[in-house]
């Protein structure tokens, strides 16, 4: 089998040799053209085959040349200089980067273009009197980089980045630096000349480098311990937060009274651990987003047929439709508003609603729902009701998805700093009282030291860098999740629920069975000849299967649309569709539940054909060992057609519950959860989407991981998720590894305590303590989640 | 030993120069992306390579 140049993929349907090349399709073949001939062919010295095959429809981007639209794209607008940011999904490898930031090659009119490759997104700059919007995109089309371009393009513009953090990170790295090389002097020295000479100048430069740590860098731990109190809460930033404030008030009190040096650089290199602890867990994957809703998936624009003339037709943006308006939708174009066929044949496919693969068929007269894609012919609709109002975007209005799921949930560190925080006061209590009989005058000098010392810096790490590691490990193994406390969520889950469709069976992937009178060879190859000929994706499914018996081309070919195919060869007829169309009665069709295309061959009703979903590898597998500490339940929006072979895949006491709609797999998990169930909802489609927000954690299973994903906790790859259970097992792993850093944290503070209650606590005790907690919580934490996914690979 | 005051005047205008050069980096959007320009520094020399490049210096001189 020879493999495309371009693409990689094999030539199986046609094989183009060009230029002692082969190429898989006339498309790869167009982009190796237009690259060789402009020079470009370094393209493919870079990576071998990294093309990507083009999918072109000319008149697809008809709606760029509406200036309103174009205008909101744009980025920048002035005279002659255009800036736009595009998403290409298929960006993956540094030939895309190269081929793209060398456009101004393609065409003069591009001046320059940036590829952000962890985003997967461009941005060009280039002169619209040159080059269109649309024909800009029309290029990157046909060298295969198709941009996304959505309605939520439309709503906002390049949305700042958040700096902040590593602002307070530098400005606390800058004066932690600087801190402790003016505190050095004095850990050793003491009565010496010079040092009493220069120590009052060096302890006030100590205190000015402290003044941004405490008030810009440490600012957000005063304002969460400030609202945790508010709510009620001793949360992990109270301890923190007391600890950094009374370190500066001891350490100003000590310099203004000549007591001594102070504690700035234990000060600020707290603060500085801190945040690199913070930075450390914000891992994102920015390529991905996890907050998407109907808006990443719809058109910006449709095309209406204005009302005064039948004749003109004009590309519109989606939220200028109303309620009354005729719309044209073409082949392989998304319906965005809940409308009426006026004209045309529609066959929709709501596989991005509701996981179904089967086409539904409409006629005039009958109503379609926003979101499904019409396959076939151009429809043409009468509005009903306007993107806004559409049952699809209504789905989005439920309160399901205002909410901030994390809330509520009480992470390890902050169920552990209550007990903490009231321990450390209570001892602090306890030495100050002590020392206020024994000896006054070191009264003050415990009480801040205990405060001091007992600041759960290393408590506060651990978690950030166990489950940030995590973070990274689950990433390279294909499952992507929104932030770190996901993993903590994960390891509480006790009930797992599966949708059916497209999460544990394969999308594309399908299995028919033939039952009926036996056909003959040559009955099956005019079977074949008929499928060829016809585009419905039953057609296509069967004939992959029956290709290998040979094929006979039809004298005639009829099709009968939302009926079947009607072909003769020869004198013999071939009917391929749907029972009623085929002779048979409708009953046998409804009785058994399947999707069945049926055959007659010479008006003889022959058998039929019954797709079943094919379930993928290890799932059996994955439910046994899940089903050890976990209940498992099956969701299916299908009908009951399936019961039997999910059965045998399920262990014993799971749930299977059919004809579940959207809102019903919602009520489901609410159900559930007010059983006081930890629910982790695992889906694909947009159907599930209410569920995945209602779920503790929704993970979007999806075979292409930059395609689609509905709102959801996590996205994973399809092909790992037969591993699911082996993720549990380390999400649980990983709190045993926070339970543990927390114990060593400890020993430290006890050791520290001790040096505090007694009075002896000295700056460079406090200065060698702190870091050595923070660091070796640091390599502990990596090092035991180094082991444990080394453990994973297997 | 009054030389400190000058040495010490020194250490923080250097440390504050390179404070504010990681500020200005920041700022224009350098730490925003990471990865991309590790792979496009190793780009631009083997253009040349290009057998149509040698016979045409002109274009050449564009990318030199």
């Known amino acids: ?794 | 030993m009054s030389i400190i005051y000058m040495l010490l005047a020194i250490s923080v205008v250097v440390a504050i120069i390179f404070f504010v050069a990681f500020i200005v980096s920041v700022r224009k959007g350098q730490y925003d992306d990471v990865y991309t320009p590790s792979v496009r520094m190793l780009f631009e020399d083997e253009l040349v390579k290009s057998p149509a490049k040698e016979n045409q210096p002109v274009n050449k001189e564009k990318f030199n």
């Open chain 1, 1 to 794: 089998m020879e493999s495309c140049f371009h693409c990689g993929e094999d030539c199986l349907e046609e094989l183009i040799t060009f230029e002692k090349k082969s190429f898989c399709c006339a498309g790869c073949k167009t982009v190796f053209e237009i690259l060789n001939s402009n020079d470009l062919s370094y393209y493919y010295d870079l990576q071998e085959a990294p093309g990507i095959s083009p999918k072109l429809k000319d008149d697809k981007y008809e709606y760029l040349e509406n200036a309103e639209i174009v205008d909101r794209l744009l980025e920048f607008d002035h005279e002659k200089t255009q800036i736009v940011s595009f998403s290409i999904p298929s960006i993956h490898c540094s030939s895309c980067i190269w081929i793209l930031e060398n456009l101004h090659k393609l065409h003069s009119g591009v001046k320059s273009s940036q590829v952000d490759f962890p985003k997967k997104t461009i941005r060009i700059s280039f002169t619209a009197e040159e080059i269109s919007l649309k024909n800009l995109v029309v290029l990157l089309s046909r060298i295969g980089y198709e941009p996304n371009i959505y309605l939520d393009n439309f709503e906002k513009k390049e949305s700042e980045h958040d700096r902040s953090l590593i602002y307070k990170l530098g400005v606390a790295g800058f004066a932690f630096g600087n801190i402790m090389f003016l505190s050095f002097p004095e850990y050793f020295e003491i009565n010496e000349f010079w040092l009493d000479q220069f120590k009052y100048l060096f302890r006030w430069l100590m205190f000015s480098f402290s003044l941004p740590v405490v008030f810009y860098s440490g600012k957000d731990y005063f304002i969460s311990a400030y609202k945790g109190l508010r709510s009620g809460m001793l949360n992990i930033d109270v301890p923190i937060a007391l600890g950094i404030f009374v370190l500066f008030v001891r350490s100003t009190a000590e310099i203004v009274l000549d007591l001594g040096t102070g504690f700035f650089d234990s000060l600020s290199g707290l603060v500085f651990f801190l945040l690199l602890g913070k930075f450390f867990q914000q891992k994102t994957y920015s390529f991905l987003s996890f907050e998407r809703d109907y808006k990443s998936y719809f058109p910006i624009a449709v095309t209406r047929i204005s009302s005064e003339d039948e004749q003109v037709e004009e590309q519109v943006q989606v939220y200028k439709i109303r309620k009354g308006d005729t719309v044209l939708i073409r082949n392989e174009e998304l319906i965005p508003m809940d409308a009426e066929i006026l004209e045309g044949q529609a066959n929709i496919d709501y596989s991005f609603v509701t996981g179904e693969a089967d086409l539904v068929n409409k006629a005039e007269g009958d109503k379609v729902y926003a979101g499904g894609r019409q396959k076939g012919s151009i429809i043409k609709l009468k509005v009903l009701k306007p993107v806004e109002q559409s049952y699809l975007t209504e789905l989005w209005s439920n309160e399901v998805f205002q909410k901030d799921r994390s809330f509520g949930f009480q992470s390890l560190t902050n169920r552990i700093s209550k007990n903490f925080t009231i321990a450390v006061l209570s001892i602090a209590v306890l030495a100050t009282t002590f020392w206020l009989f024994a000896d006054p005058s070191k009264a003050w000098n415990v009480f801040t030291a205990v405060l001091i010392i007992a600041c759960p810096c290393a408590i506060a790490l651990a978690a950030p860098f166990t489950l940030g590691n995590l973070l990274r490990i689950f990433g390279k193994k294909g499952i992507y999740l929104k932030d770190a406390s996901v993993i903590e969520r994960m390891a509480a889950i006790d009930t797992v629920v599966f949708d059916k469709t497209g999460t544990i069976t394969t999308t594309g992937q399908t299995t028919a069975e033939y039952e009926g009178l036996e056909l003959s060879d040559k009955e099956l190859q005019m079977l074949g000849g008929s499928l060829k000929a016809s585009s419905h994706p039953l057609s296509r499914s069967l004939y992959s299967i029956l290709q290998h018996h040979g094929i006979r081309t039809p004298d005639s070919y009829k099709e009968y649309v939302g009926a079947g195919i009607e072909c003769d060869f020869e004198g013999n007829r071939i009917k391929i569709g749907s029972a009623r169309f085929t002779g048979e009665s409708d009953s046998e069709e409804i009785s058994n539940g399947k999707t069945a295309v049926h055959i007659s061959s010479n008006e003889q009703y022959k058998g039929c054909f019954s797709f079943r979903n094919t379930y993928r590898k290890g799932m059996s597998g994955l439910f046994q060992q899940l089903s050890r500490d976990k209940y498992i339940i099956v969701l299916s929006g299908d009908n009951e057609g399936e019961r039997d072979r999910l059965l045998s895949l399920l262990p014993v006491e799971s749930g299977i519950h059919f004809n579940q709609k959207p809102g019903d797999k919602l009520e489901f998990i609410r159900q559930l959860q007010h059983g006081s169930r930890k629910v982790m909802m695992v889906g694909d489609g947009l159907n599930d989407a209410g569920a995945l927000a209602q779920s503790e954690i929704g993970i979007a299973v999806s075979e292409n991981i930059n395609v689609f994903s509905p709102a959801c906790d996590g996205v994973m790859d399809a092909s790992i998720l037969s591993n699911l259970a082996d993720y549990f097992q380390l999400a649980k792993k990983g709190v045993s590894i926070i339970q543990a850093s927390f114990i060593l944290s400890l020993v430290y503070n006890i050791t520290g305590l001790a040096f505090a209650v007694t009075g002896n606590l000295m700056p460079v005790v406090a200065a060698i303590l702190m870091p050595l907690s923070s660091i070796s919580i640091v390599i502990f934490t990596t090092l035991a989640t180094q082991i444990l996914s080394k453990k994973l690979k297997k």
